[in-house]
């Protein structure tokens, strides 16, 4: 994948679920990338277009959204109900163009 795909290349933590043999929606996948980012779940914006995955995440205390366009994900980036962290315009533009530079429709 990493050599297919030079955009991998832009995110800071990568993790493979066949390699952990565990995946969504299990809980300890989710932790294992909490571990990973050094990060709490309140802290840490999930993203998935699987609402499963999405309710799992939620449950264990991320912030999530469930994608399903790259302008919905722009809109919902930017809405006031986020930490003041994830509500700038100019990030929201950033990950919308980065994920749909990622995964284009």
């Known amino acids: 994948m990493k050599r297919e795909f030079d955009w991998l290349s832009r995110f800071d933590v990568l993790v493979w679920s066949y390699q952990l043999r565990m ?5 300890a996948i ?3 990338v909490l571990a990973e980012l050094g ?6 914006l ?11 995440a939620l449950a264990l ?11 919905k994900l722009r ?11 994830f509500r700038s315009p100019e990030r929201a533009a950033a990950v919308a163009a980065l994920f749909y530079r990622c995964f284009p429709k």
């Open 61 to 71: 205390g991320f912030q999530a959204i469930e994608f399903s366009s790259v302008e």
């Open 23 to 27: 995946a969504k929606p299990d809980p």
């Open 75 to 85: 809109a919902d980036l930017v809405a006031p109900v986020w930490p003041v962290s």
């Open 39 to 44: 990060t709490q779940p309140a802290e840490t």
């Open 30 to 32: 989710y932790r294992h």
């Open 46 to 56: 999930f993203i998935d277009d699987r609402a499963v995955n999405v309710q799992a």
